[in-house]
């Protein structure tokens, strides 16, 4: 058998969306899962070991998705999970009427499975208004976590001259 008769395009095989970590790893800036949302630490507080034996950090969080604040108490030696974030960049092609996107990456892969986002308020509008039907290229920062995709910032390319 030959070296180039396979080849592998994707390897997720079932790849976790999360993975374990200790609640005493996770740093502020960091990401951590919140009552099942992937959320992204804003502060960390540390108490003292109790009468159990554990010191407690008490997480104070954003979702990535809906901006919402969440808080959770872990003891430090105890698990958590910790969603894997990604975030890529993709050129918008076309904005349908009702906000379903087409997307392009550098690779010339296609996505039309997003739609414009609906937070913060307002923020699928101006991306809507900059790209102006198409008068104008922009590109837009889809975050990935937990199965969920979402625009979380764009930003006007150079056109070529």
């Known amino acids: 058998m030959s070296d180039n008769e396979y080849e592998i395009a994707a390897a997720?095989?079932?790849?976790s969306e999360?993975?374990?970590c200790e609640a005493g790893q996770v740093k502020k800036g960091g990401y951590m899962m919140i009552k099942g949302k992937p959320c992204k630490v804003i502060s960390i507080?540390?108490?003292k070991t109790g009468k159990?034996?554990?010191?407690?950090c008490n997480f104070i969080a954003t979702d990535i998705f809906t901006g919402r604040k969440l808080?959770?108490?872990v003891p430090s030696t105890h698990g958590t999970t910790?969603?894997?974030?990604?975030?890529?960049?993709w050129e918008i092609i076309d904005i349908e009427e009702d906000g379903e996107l087409t997307l392009m990456d550098e690779a010339g892969n296609q996505k039309t499975d997003l739609n414009l986002p609906l937070v913060p308020e307002g923020f699928g509008e101006e991306i809507r208004e900059a790209w102006n039907e198409g008068e104008n290229q922009i590109s837009v920062t889809v975050q990935s976590a937990v199965g969920i995709q979402q625009v979380?910032?764009?930003k006007a390319l150079e056109?070529?001259?």
Do not use: L, Q, R
């Open 18 to 20: 999360t993975i374990p």
């Open 82 to 89: 910790v969603p894997i974030v990604t975030k890529n960049d």
């Open 45 to 47: 507080s540390v108490s």
């Open 52 to 56: 159990h034996g554990h010191a407690k």
């Open 152 to 154: 979380v910032a764009y």
């Open 12 to 15: 997720d095989a079932g790849a």
């Open 159 to 161: 056109a070529d001259k």
């Open 71 to 73: 808080e959770d108490m």
